[in-house]
């Protein structure tokens, strides 16, 4: 996103948690690599801990961070962001209301997006989907942002299609259940590519049943299905089928099994970090026991995949097997 804002000629800065990466993009400047194109764009970078000696304040902060580090990130941004300024959590999860717990809901915008990149090498980035395939949703929590959704997307254009949605959270909602099919359930297998991952046998059902799983902790909460994606609203009426119509068109946007794509969560294991499965998969778990449903697919994939983070367990094919028997034995 900053690449893209920053050669359309804008006032960018960059901020970051990874001090390796912060040093290499000043160094050398931002590479992004796209079916075999190179974007190689100087940047503003700072670590986290150059934020305090900032005396500039933001119009606009687009946080990329994890699901899970929205609150404190929001904490920490909140002085700079200028009073009529905007925060927009551009994240998986259900993170909006808690960002405008924070910077309060006049200085909020709701985002659910699809882009999809990869991050190994400090200061280069695989951007694994065009910008025709990038997609972003905006909307408003509250009214007092009500037509201000112009003034990111003009921006997020450059990244990608934007779509401004009366409904973002229901939007976020039917992101998040694509997200418990792919993310987590693939990464578990342990392959050198998700792709492949979710062609294994058996993949798709338990794929389908954690979609389902999805759209009705979604309808318990009030959610609703809406486009997404850039799908119309034929495509998702149907609540038997909306899990597959997801996750077939969110597919259809990644490139083809065998070049190595890895999602967030493969990366996160690769890389030791925490995944976001416990907001996604265990999100959707937490909810459907309160409605009194404890054996759930999605239950057992979040424990599975935090069981590999700790280390107590291999990510492996055999991982799928595992989820049937956590499902058959409660």
């Known amino acids: 996103m900053a690449a893209d804002l920053i050669e359309a000629g804008h006032d960018v800065t960059l901020i970051d948690q990874w001090p390796a990466h912060i040093e290499a993009m000043r160094a050398d400047g931002l590479r992004i690599e796209l079916d075999g194109n190179v974007q190689h764009v100087p940047v503003r970078a700072f670590h986290l801990c150059d934020v305090c000696m900032f005396n500039e304040k933001f119009d606009i902060v687009l946080l990329a961070m994890k699901a899970y580090d929205a609150v404190w990130a929001s904490q920490l941004i909140e002085p700079y962001l200028q009073p009529d300024g905007l925060l927009v959590g551009t994240q998986n999860g259900m993170m909006a209301e808690a960002i405008a ?9 709701g985002c659910a997006y699809d882009v999809a990149s990869q991050l190994s090498t400090p200061g280069i980035v695989k951007r694994t989907q065009t910008h025709e395939h990038s997609w972003f949703g905006l909307g408003s929590l509250d009214p007092s942002t009500a037509g201000r959704e112009e003034e990111v997307a003009e921006l997020l254009r450059h990244v990608g299609r934007v779509d401004i949605l009366p409904d973002i959270l229901s ?15 693939g990464s578990m297998l342990g392959l050198e590519d998700d ?56 597919m259809a946007h990644n490139p083809p099994a065998g070049v190595g794509l890895l999602s967030t969560t493969s990366m996160d294991h690769l890389k030791g970090r925490k995944t976001e499965a416990d907001v996604i998969n265990g999100l959707v778990a937490r909810e459907l026991a309160r ?10 994939v979040a424990e599975i995949t935090e069981r590999i983070s700790r280390g107590e367990l291999e990510r492996s094919i055999t991982n799928l097997d595992l989820v049937q028997e956590m499902l058959a034995t409660g």
Do not use: C
Not at 222 to 240: I, M, N, Q, R, S
Not at 291 to 300: S, V, Y
């Open 101 to 109: 717990g924070v910077v309060g809901p006049s200085r909020t915008l």
């Open 195 to 250: 792709i492949e991952a979710l062609q294994v046998p058996g993949m798709r059902a338990l794929m389908l049943r954690l979609g389902a799983e999805a759209v009705e902790a979604g309808e318990s909460l009030g959610y609703h299905a809406v486009p997404v994606f850039g799908l119309d609203v034929e495509d998702v009426a149907d609540p038997t089928t909306l899990p597959a119509v997801l996750v077939d068109e969110l």
């Open 171 to 185: 939007a976020k909602w039917m992101k998040l259940i694509a997200n418990t099919m792919v993310l987590a359930p």
């Open 291 to 300: 409605l009194g449903k404890t054996r759930t697919a999605n239950a057992a």
